[in-house]
């Protein structure tokens, strides 16, 4: 069956532009995920969604970053006024169990590798 | 948040059995024991979880012993599409996991 995908799959950004990254869950799948991963390094916790709701979003590294899920299926994360340190992949993940805790696997996309020049 | 501690790397042969310990020393009672395995331009991938004792599935073990500071992912007969990064998490809620860098493990023929 069809699995998390994430579009564009790169994305070259100038220093100062803004972009957006999408993710669309598998189908039915309450709770979205997304994540930073530098190279090298295990994924981040960004922020977190249950359906439309965002119910987590601790992890965003300042307010350039900025994530929505309107319809409770797919989610944008948008990247406003982009820096170098903003470089790295960006993963989504989803999963049907809605409470948050560990016991039900995440399912990830294969992420969007984003590079600022 | 309990956070893991697993080696940076391992080598291995095709045909072995690969095991890689993690220490989750400051895990808490609700906290259940995860294992993902990463490719190269690959989200992760679920591997296992359990909780205590040993838990087998198609591709793998896990062993947690009864006080649960540590735990070992057990790789049976590895190939080469084996060689990956695997992450061990330990927590209760997803989003509060704290990854680490994994342990880079490299299948040589």
């Known amino acids: 069956g069809a699995g998390v995908s994430q579009s564009p799959r790169y994305k070259v950004a100038k220093r100062g532009q803004d972009v957006a990254l999408r993710c669309d869950p598998i189908?039915?799948?309450?709770?979205l995920f997304w994540y930073q991963q530098a190279l090298g390094q295990g994924p981040e916790f960004l922020t977190y969604?249950?359906?439309?709701?965002?119910?987590?979003k601790s992890g965003l590294p300042s307010d350039r970053f900025f994530a929505e899920r309107p319809e409770g299926s797919v989610s944008t994360l948008k990247i406003q006024r982009t820096q170098q340190e903003d470089s790295a992949v960006y993963l989504c993940?989803?999963?049907?169990?809605?409470?948050?805790?560990?016991?039900?696997?995440?399912?990830f996309g294969p992420g969007t590798r984003l590079l600022v020049l | 948040l309990a956070k893991t501690t697993q080696p940076i790397s391992m080598d291995s042969y095709e045909g072995q059995e690969v095991n890689i310990t993690c220490s989750h020393n400051?895990?808490?009672?609700?906290?259940?024991i995860t294992w993902y395995q990463q490719f190269p331009s690959q989200g992760p991938r679920f591997i296992i979880q359990?909780?205590?004792?040993?838990v087998t599935n198609e591709v793998a073990s896990l062993f947690i012993p009864a006080d649960r500071k540590s735990s070992t992912l057990s790789l049976p007969r590895v190939s080469l599409s084996d060689t990956a990064v695997y992450y061990c998490?330990?927590?209760?809620?997803?989003?509060?996991?704290?990854w680490g860098a994994g342990t880079k493990l490299i299948i040589k023929p």
């Open positions: 993940a989803s999963r049907t169990e809605a409470s948050g805790a560990s016991q039900e696997t995440q399912y």
């Open positions: 998490l330990a927590g209760y809620r997803v989003y509060q996991l704290i």
């Open positions: 969604f249950q359906n439309e709701a965002q119910l987590d």
């Open positions: 359990g909780y205590k004792t040993k």
């Open positions: 189908s039915g799948h309450v709770s």
């Open positions: 400051n895990i808490a009672t609700n906290d259940y």
